[in-house]
């Protein structure tokens, strides 16, 4: 059985797509970890000389939206979790033979992580700006989503971004 | 024949799908690692080098018998967040079952973290003002306690002299102390010797001149203190006065 509609090409999964994944699972590791902190599995962050995950985390600025604009805000961690498993999830559907050449999962991929990376790119202003510190796990969270949304690009330019190979 | 599309993609995709499974346990493994407190080796203590006349040239804040046979020694910055956080949860547990059954002494130093905190410094210095009235400790509990309120204020000077009046300290002596310099030099001194002992953030312990590698539970912090008496038995907290 075939896991292609008829008449359709097979197509080599991208690499792109691969590492996108791969670098996805990582992101839900670093924010599950950031989360598993907010909610207080693991205990209190060293203020540190150079960085200050621990202020940055108990800031205002933890919350989207910020408590300086309302009490209701939801955690950045859990909003960071949800997006990377989303990517992921998504990326991994992008894998399989039946979608590998979708447009509408290169689409998506693209908006997911460019919003993400919009969003990564605030919090780096607000790490910089105003609370003058720095955490070091969402700076590698920032790093993470913008390598993703970079790895989200070839696959634009040719639908999944997957090249078509010859069935043999 | 040809070959079904379906499955050769599977096949193409194995050698990512061992790489994909050998990252989520690489990940998995090391945030479980971290959720149980980094590992016991984290918080081994390393011994560091200081001679006791050099230590006694620093003053910090000192509370229990002068001869109880550990000493904890405490480097924090009154605005970290994670000292806020031992301060509230295990701070009241050490003077309770450690300080108070004289097993340990605890010393507090300052160590501001000025580059990032910008009130460290100067609620370093209220404290200090509280301690000329006697009164440090009960002024550390309510400078932590209340630590989200001043760290967002612009100027936390008139906050930390509404504090001193608030614990019935005399206003005018503590608001004479904290707008002069006085403890200036004495809290840098505090910061140089942490330096000196390897201090890269805050809180960091030492039990009896060896540094510990992460902030510990109260349970984990007992159980190195029993190991420096010896293994000396816990005294149940019911018994303590």
């Known amino acids: ?168 | 024949m040809a070959r079904k599309p379906g499955k050769q993609q599977s096949k193409s995709l194995q050698p990512f799908y061992i790489i994909l499974g050998a990252v989520a346990v690489v990940g998995a493994v090391v945030v479980l690692w971290q959720t149980r407190g980094g590992g016991s080796a984290a918080m081994d203590p390393v011994p560091v080098v200081i001679s006791q006349e050099e230590l006694s040239r620093v003053q910090g804040i000192s509370i229990g018998r002068d001869d109880a046979p550990v000493v904890i020694y405490e480097f924090a910055d009154f605005q970290c967040p994670g000292c806020g956080q031992f301060a509230s949860f295990t701070s009241p547990l050490i003077k309770e079952r450690l300080v108070e059954t004289g097993r340990v002494r605890f010393v507090y130093y300052d160590f501001p973290l000025t580059q990032m905190h910008q009130h460290a410094f100067l609620a370093s210095r209220a404290a200090r003002c509280a301690n000329d009235q006697e009164r440090f400790w009960d002024y550390h509990d309510v400078l932590y306690g209340r630590q989200p309120t001043w760290s967002s204020m612009g100027n936390a000077t008139g906050y930390f002299i509404d504090l001193a009046a608030e614990l019935g300290l005399d206003e005018g002596e503590f608001s004479a102390c904290l707008r002069s310099d006085r403890h200036q030099e004495e809290i840098s001194r505090n910061m140089q010797l942490g330096q000196m002992l390897g201090v890269s953030g805050t809180p960091t312990l030492f039990i009896n001149m060896k540094r510990l590698g992460g902030i510990p539970s109260f349970a984990e912090l007992e159980q190195i203190v029993e190991a420096e008496m010896g293994g000396a038995p816990a005294e149940p907290a019911a018994a303590q006065p």
């Open chain 1, 1 to 168: 059985m075939s896991y292609l509609p008829d008449g359709e090409e097979a197509a080599e999964p991208p690499l792109s797509r691969m590492l996108l994944v791969v670098v996805a699972l990582v992101g839900i590791f670093v924010a599950g970890y950031l989360t598993l902190h907010r909610f207080g599995f693991i205990g209190s962050l060293q203020c540190g000389v150079v960085g200050g995950c621990e202020t940055v985390q108990a800031s205002a600025y933890a919350f989207f939206p910020p408590r300086t604009v309302t009490e209701n805000g939801v955690s950045v961690a859990l909003i960071g979790l949800m997006g990377y498993l989303t990517i992921f999830g998504v990326g991994l559907a992008g894998l399989q033979p039946r979608f590998v050449r979708s447009r509408a999962i290169a689409v998506a991929l693209a908006l997911l992580s460019g919003a993400g990376t919009v969003f990564s790119l605030w919090l780096t202003y607000v790490e910089a700006a105003i609370l003058e510190a720095w955490c070091q796990w969402c700076v590698v969270s920032a790093v993470l989503i913008t390598v993703i949304f970079l790895l989200s690009l070839p696959g634009l330019r040719s639908g999944g971004g997957a090249q078509p190979s010859p069935i043999r």
